[in-house]
C-alpha cells in the first residue's frame, strides 16, 4: 500500500460519496445530507484503498449500511469473498451484495468456524463502545493471515485502536479522514 498517493487520493477528492454511493439504498433520502455522506474523505477512503489493494478474502465488523464495503468494492476487483459479521441491517445486505453477490452476512454465532479464518483484509468501520471495539479488534487480528491488514474507522473517538497497536507491537499508519482511520500489518 502506498500511503502518500493514498493521502494524495484524499487530499484531491476527485471522486465524491455522491458518485460512489449514487444507487444504495438509504433510511431516508435526508441521510445523503449528512456530514459523513458529505465528506469527500470518508467514504472515499475505502475506494481509493480498494484501488491499491488485492485482497481475495475480507472480513468485516460494522456494516454501516454496507457503505464502506460498496466503496471499496468499487475501487477492487480482486475480492471473492466478503463476510461480515455483526448485526446487520437489511439494507447493508442489499447495497453490499449489488456490489458483490456473493457476500455473506454470518450471525457471530457461526464465528469460530474455519471459514472465518485466513483472511487477506480486516474492517472496522463501525464506532462502537471500547469494549466492544476491543473485542472486535481481536476477533478481526486473530483471523488474519500473516501480513495482513487490519483498517479501523472511527479513531478520533477512542483510544483503543493506539492501545491496541502498543500491546501488538505494531506501528499504525493514519489517515486524515473525517474521523481518521488506521491501518496496522500483521
Partial sequence: MDRELLQKKLDRAAVPSSILLGRTKMV??????????????HFPFYYYLGQQLEPKKVLQVGAYLGLPAVCFLQGCRTVEDWYCVGETSKMAIKNTRF???????????????KDLAEWDLA???????????QWSLEF????????????????????????????????????????TIGIIQK
Fill in 28 to 41: 431516508d433520502e435526508s441521510s445523503r445530507s449528512t456530514g459523513a455522506y458529505s465528506d469527500p474523505r
Fill in 123 to 133: 474492517l472496522l468501520t463501525q464506532d462502537f463502545p471500547p469494549e466492544q471495539s
Fill in 140 to 179: 478481526l487480528w486473530k483471523r488474519l493471515v500473516s501480513e495482513g491488514l487490519l483498517v479501523m474507522d472511527y479513531i478520533s473517538s477512542s483510544s483503543v485502536f493506539h492501545e491496541f497497536c502498543r500491546v501488538k507491537n505494531r506501528e499504525p499508519v493514519f489517515f486524515n479522514t473525517r474521523y
Fill in 99 to 113: 456490489y458483490h453477490r456473493s457476500a455473506l452476512f454470518p450471525s457471530w454465532e457461526s464465528c469460530d468456524s
